[in-house]
């Protein structure tokens, strides 16, 4: 039995057709203008769960890639610090060897060399307090101001709690140092040792037995910013793999969610050549009715 056909039918039908061309027309015109492959999950469900999960590990990687670079702060800092304190205190210890030889020094010349061993000690005390957004890189996790006391040397940060950072999400490294390792703590410090063969030349004592508790003094400097320069290296390499890890997701990223400029504009082309003739075909296909021809 054939259905019966009516213009109303007819009328209905062709609109559906046009409303059809015209929503596939405003889809590949949004892809064309956003170069994005769907505007909503519900287009291409697949896809977009594909998406928010790579979205989801690059948020991840973004925030490795801030840690890095915080800790790549620190430790820069930290080095720069020990690399001052290792200068000065090689000064330290030229002086303490001319200071050495008593008999060929006057009063003048030994009170010369105490000052600048004293000048000495304030400098590479000011780099062990050194900060770094108020924060002291020798200290620890303390919220102290300083590492040590400037008067009497002691250590104020929390020994064996470091600043970490989670450079990945199986790693993380301590960014800063122990100070009371490289530099000592109280009447123990470098900076007392300092004061102390300051004192001594100026009671004419013989500073020549001090040149072993400087070079100690001086390898454990020297030993603590290897351990930093390898902390360094290490987020270099964490660096390194982070950009190659973000570069990756944005290339997966971009594979599912944007579009083919040239395809979707062929598309696009296409589709408006459709809706052009499905208007033409539409208005030659829907006569004049029986009312209309009355009138």
Do not use: C
């Not at 009497?152 to 100070?179: K, W, Y």
């Not at 072993?212 to 360094?232: E, H, M, P, T, Y």
Request: proline letters at 2%; zero cysteines; glycine letters at 8%.
């Amino acid at each position: 039995m054939i259905g019966r056909i009516t213009s109303s039918t007819m009328t209905h039908q062709s609109l559906r057709t046009l409303q059809a061309n015209l929503a596939d027309r405003e889809r590949l015109q949004y892809q064309a203008a956003s170069q994005r492959a769907f505007r909503t999950p519900s287009e291409d469900p697949a896809a977009a769960a594909t998406v928010l999960g790579v979205h989801g590990e690059q948020t991840r990687t973004a925030q490795f890639a801030r840690n890095i670079s915080d800790g790549m702060a620190w430790v820069t800092t930290v080095d720069t610090a020990l690399g001052a304190s290792t200068n000065l205190l090689n000064r330290a210890r030229d002086l303490t060897a001319q200071g050495a030889n008593s008999g060929a020094l006057s009063p003048t010349a030994r009170e010369s060399i105490a000052r600048e061993l004293e000048t000495i000690s304030a400098e590479m005390l000011a780099q062990a307090n050194t900060t770094i957004l108020g924060r002291s890189v020798f200290a620890g996790t303390s919220d102290s101001g300083v590492a040590f006391d400037p008067v009497t040397f002691a250590f104020n940060g929390s020994p064996g709690a470091g600043v970490q950072r989670r450079i990945s999400d199986n790693e993380t490294v301590r960014v800063d140092l122990d100070g009371s390792q490289a530099y000592g703590s109280g009447a123990g410090s470098v900076f007392a040792l300092l004061k102390d063969i300051a004192a001594d030349l100026r009671g004419g004592a013989d500073v020549g037995t001090r040149l072993n508790d400087i070079d100690a003094r001086l390898k454990d400097i020297v030993s603590a910013r290897g351990a930093s320069g390898a902390r360094q290296v290490q987020l270099e390499r964490a660096s390194s793999q982070n950009l190659a890890t973000s570069t990756d997701l944005e290339a997966r990223r971009a594979e599912v969610e944007n579009v083919d400029s040239l395809e979707v504009l062929v598309r696009l082309q296409s589709a408006e050549l459709v809706f052009q003739s499905a208007l033409k075909v539409t208005a030659r296909s829907l006569q004049t009715n029986l009312l209309e021809f009355l009138r």
